[in-house]
């Protein structure tokens, strides 16, 4: 097992991405505490660590965090550290996050101010809950989960890209200021991953059509391109990250299905 002993915080656990990460830490042997708001969607999550990896060495255990709230991140990053009797953490993966397909004559202000709360306040509130301990005990990772929004311009996804590229530039610049503590950032940059909850709140059609996308369905029900990638690549790219060697800094992974243009 490849991350036995690590103690690592992961929030937006409960579906897609998070639930899939969830797994391959749990797989390979590490202490791990889940986060979201949807708090039985996590105990599903655990269930089924438990059920496909009875012979896994790692620990899992849900909490309730709502990532729009510092002290709900501060409470399950105190958990982790007092369940695993540490006073930081390895590792810190943020999933959580929203995508709303929108026109911007459409105006969907309650659903640009949701991405904004989630996708970036989210990230603040991660960073600024985990970055003093990690600090302090001289090591640490940060992952976050973006997006290729965060490098490429997807018309009708305009709030959501700019959300995305708030978190690489908060990303690197932080990175470039923790150079030399032990503590590192890094972004995994999805395409599209099958499965996931992430459309499912989806209310423009108008948006949608345009883009030839579902919504109301899961990630890649009714999508012209069958190939898509699936949560567990993108855990192989979390672990490839906290895998690496110590003089070695992943800082970035762009992964995208082949055929994605
Ligand atoms: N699927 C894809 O094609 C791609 C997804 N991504 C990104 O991956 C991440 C995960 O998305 P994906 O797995 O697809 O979608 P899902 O909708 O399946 O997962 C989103 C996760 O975020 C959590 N979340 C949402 N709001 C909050 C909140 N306020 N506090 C805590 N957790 C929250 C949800 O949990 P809950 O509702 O229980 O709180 C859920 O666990 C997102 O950041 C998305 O932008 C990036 C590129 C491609
Ligand atoms: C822009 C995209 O559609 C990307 N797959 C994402 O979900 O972030």
Known sequence: MLLTGQVICLVGASSG??????EGLYREGAKVIIGARRLNKLEDVVKLCNDNHPNSQGQIHPVECDVTSRESVQKLFDTACEQYSCSSVDAIVNCAGVMYFTKMKNAQMDQWDQTVDVNCKGATN??????????????GKIISITSDAGVR??????????????VETLTE???RE???TGVTLHTILPG???????????????????????IGVPVGEGFAREQLIDPNDIANAVITMLTSPPHVAIN??????????
Not at 17 to 22: E, H, L, T
Not at 126 to 139: D, F, L, Q, S
Not at 252 to 261: A, F, K, N, T, Y
Request: charged share 25%; glycine share 8%; aromatic share 4%.
């Open 192 to 214: 599209d991953v099958k499965g996931t909850d992430l459309l499912l709140r989806n209310t423009d059609t108008e948006a949608a059509d345009a883009m030839g996308v579902s």
């Open 173 to 175: 610049i932080t990175r």
């Open 126 to 139: 991660c960073m600024g809950v985990a970055i003093p301990p990690m600090v302090e005990a001289k090591k």
């Open 17 to 22: 991405i998070g639930a899939g990460v969830a």
């Open 153 to 166: 311009d997807f018309p009708n996804l305009a709030v959501y890209c700019a959300s995305k590229r708030f």
């Open 178 to 180: 923790l150079v030399g």
């Open 252 to 261: 970035s992974i762009l992964i995208e299905p082949r055929d994605q243009e």
